[in-house]
């Protein structure tokens, strides 16, 4: 009896009888069958019809098809075998448009907007612009030069096991590390990671360096996040020419030109993080910086602020803009001018957003190396001056088993991922020496997750429910225990990280650690598109949406839950599906029960709080920082958004991100009630607008978005 089977792509896999079964219980349940156990037993006939023909010869999966068609007519179920039969030439269509749109030979099953992500961003190209890889042969590729880095610790052996090991885990779509790894592991390139910071000082030779440093970092795929706060004020004196400074908005729009023209090689538009202090005497013309959006394109804004700073607006209280020249008082204003301020912009612009940067240098492990200033474009990797990070995230939507969490799983995926991430760093080649030092003495990784909408769709949880706040503690709290685990027993193998000494580690007596933060939840971006999963820890932004996969190809994509449940309780049909699509919610659709309605709840049909409170409960055990949107409806006032700003003041968040929709005409998600025209819109980093009928009036969006953070690719 055969135990294997052979893939289209050639691979040698082991024979699942229940996979027949399942497929088999599909077809049936399509024209109203409801008998697995029969499923099961015809599966047996299959298995026996093939072992029949060819003995110990390892049959292929188009020979295993052709039997499950044979012996479903044979045994009277011809309405199962018409609906096989027409599932499997589906399959073959898709997958010959695939080839056809993209050029690309899809070998592992993914989506059609997937494929093309990947022959965009991601597959490597011949001189004529060709693919050259498959999506297997990019994570091979990824997988064996990752596995490189254990040849430093081990032998050629522990190599091998371990290439194996991390083609399976991304190839599985379990974890995939951030776009730089994928797009440059195994080239000459070889930069793989996405997030750093550079320090701006006050002098005209550091920051056109820094803006050097800039470009080399987007060519290569990586965001780059500045502090300008050290930089002396407008009409501030230079004694060195008798002038005045034109402070740091000015160099800002030098650093915006230039991700501008740059554009990351043409595969990725580059994103910035700027950061203001609050008692920085440029503060209100930094907080309406953005008004108007034809600045600072490539720019996420923050201002950062502390508990002192939240205190005295409580109490309405003055506080004092000092010259970061000299440190000199130059006025004093109202705590509560500067936070009305912000939160007006933040609703009318969703810019700038608020960072709290006592709350990064609390969890700075090495506070003896220098303080955070900073964080990454999308605020969840706070990093100190020339630090860079991997990052990673596991897709939780597959740890789900039995209406449960399959916690025996994610522990293994997390040790393995973890690994994976330390190899990283010594695989990584940098583009200037001192980002180089500060990586390697530090070793800082981000492990992340996404699809974790997913999962509390598959659990029956709503997201916007104490019973989800519940879960994703229970989740993280585990991800963190194993991922310090995991960090320690690469300390006892490896070493720690060369700063351990005088860390915050050392100081409270814990055991030596391989890498100084382990956790970072980032907004996952494409990469969750490959992974076809809900990004981050976001919700679903949507439920039925239109994608413009690619020029003139425009696609209705459904959850593939949802359609599920609806297939399976009798009330799809293309009608309802498209009126979904007018908004993307199913909240008040006709025709769709209650409880189902409670369970796909998307980022619009939920309470602000809701978000935050998301938020709160991952950052509790993450020892970085997590990116999130609070979604806020177009009619939200500005006193929302101060109500969420002193909710994630009172939880612990680290920062805090708005959008409220429809306040700027750049999103990149459109829904039709609105009446803007998209020639009115400009990009956001990163996203290209999208494409949108007027005239059909549904909700369309661009191929690269995923959820949540609208400027985020990461």
Partial sequence: MFDKVKKRDGRIVPYDKEKIAQAIFKAAESVGGTDIELSRKLADKVEARIAEQLGDEIPEVETVQDAVEKILIKRGHAATAKAFILYRQKRTEIREAKTLLTGVEDDIKLTLNAVKVLERRYLLKDSEGRVMESPSEMFQRVASNIAQAELNYGTEEDVEKWSRKFYELMRSLIFLPNSPTLMNAGTSLQQ???????????????????????????????????????????????????????????????????????????????????????????IFDFITAKDRTVQFSNFNISVGIDEEFMKAV???ENIELKNPRNNEVVRTVKARAIFDLLVYNAWKTGDPGIVFLDRLNKDNPTPHIGRIECTNPCGEQPLLPYEACNLGSINLEKMAKDNSINYDLLKEIVHTAVRFLDDVIDQSKFPIEEITKMVMANRKIGLGVMGFADLL??????????????????????????????????????????????????????????????????????????????????????????????????????????????????????????????????????GIPDGISRIFVTAHDIEPKWHVRMQAAFQKWVDNAVSKTVN???????????????????????????????????????????????????????????????????????????????????
């Fill in 314 to 316: 409580e109490k309405n």
């Fill in 457 to 590: 769709i598959q659990l029956g949880i709503p997201y916007d429910s104490k019973e989800a706040i519940s879960t994703a503690d229970e989740i993280i709290k585990f991800i963190a225990k194993e991922a310090k685990s995991a960090s320690q027993e690469l300390a006892e193998e490896r070493g720690a990280f060369p700063n351990f000494k005088g860390s915050t580690y050392e100081v409270n007596g814990e055991p030596p650690i391989r890498n100084a933060t382990r956790l970072t939840i980032a907004p996952t971006g494409t990469i969750s598109i490959l992974a076809g999963c809900s990004s981050g820890i976001e919700p679903l932004f949507a439920v039925v949406f239109i994608r413009n996969v690619m020029d003139g190809t425009e696609l209705l994509e459904t959850n593939k839950y949802f359609e599920r449940i609806a297939k399976e309780r009798g009330f799809y049909s293309d009608a309802l599906m498209r009126q979904v699509a007018l908004t993307g919610s199913i909240k008040n659709v006709i």
């Fill in 632 to 714: 806020l409806s177009y009619y939200a006032t500005p006193k929302d958004v101060e109500e969420i700003y002193l909710l994630g003041y009172e939880l612990g968040v680290k920062g805090i991100t708005i959008y409220r929709d429809g306040s700027k005409g750049e999103q990149v998600l459109y829904r039709g009630e609105k009446k803007s025209h998209p020639e009115d819109f400009k990009s956001r980093p990163g996203i290209e607008p999208p494409r949108v009928d007027l005239s059909e009036g549904m909700l369309k969006v661009d191929s690269d978005y995923s959820g949540g953070c609208e400027t985020c690719e990461f």
């Fill in 192 to 282: 793989l990671s996405a997030c750093f910071v550079l320090p701006i000082p006050d002098s005209m030779e550091d920051i056109f360096n820094a803006v050097k440093y800039t470009a080399l970092i987007h060519k290569s795929g990586g965001g780059t996040g500045f502090s300008f706060s050290r930089i002396r004020p407008s009409e501030d004196i230079v004694k060195s020419t008798g002038g005045v400074a034109s402070g740091p908005i000015s160099f800002m729009r030098v650093f915006d030109v230039a991700t501008d023209v740059i554009k990351q090689g043409g595969r990725r538009r580059g994103a910035n993080m700027g950061i203001l202090r609050y008692d920085h005497p440029d």
